[in-house]
Nanobody
Framework: QVQLVESGGGLVQAGGSLRLSCTAS????????MGWYRQAPGKQRELVAT???????IYADSVKGRFTISRDNAKNTVYLQMNSLKPEDTDVYYC?????????????WGQGTQVTVSS
């Protein structure tokens, strides 16, 4: 089984910063992509940023220039540095990892962490 544990959410004023972390553990031998999605109540989950093995990063247009995704492969951890936060960034943020293993290959999700930006 594969587990993703997130941390770093919270309440911040507009213009502030937060850093999210997500660590993967379990039975796998590689992670092909790790990233962050967000979802507001009643809306579809949307991509925020993802880091794909080989060095490709993809960002949603709404966060380009403000958010930075990075990975520590040795720790199976992905980070999302969020700067210049806006009230519209308020959402539950979910970590996602695509892993390869002999028995558990697939896409996995964390439990979600709330980010609230006050105006």
């Amino acid at each position: 089984q594969v587990q993703l544990v997130e941390s770093g959410g919270g309440l911040v004023q507009a213009g502030g910063s937060l850093r999210l972390s997500c660590t993967a553990s379990g039975n796998f031998f590689s992670i092909t992509a790790m990233g962050w999605y967000r979802q507001a109540p009643g809306k579809q989950r949307e991509l925020v940023a993802t880091d794909i093995i080989g060095g490709t990063t993809i960002y949603a247009d709404s966060v380009k220039g403000r958010f930075t995704i990075s990975r520590d492969n040795a720790k199976n951890t992905v980070y999302l540095q969020m700067n210049s936060l806006k009230p519209e960034d308020t959402d539950v943020y979910y970590c996602n990892a695509n892993v390869r293993s002999f028995t558990n290959s697939g896409s996995y999700w964390g439990q979600g962490t709330q980010v609230t930006v006050s105006s």
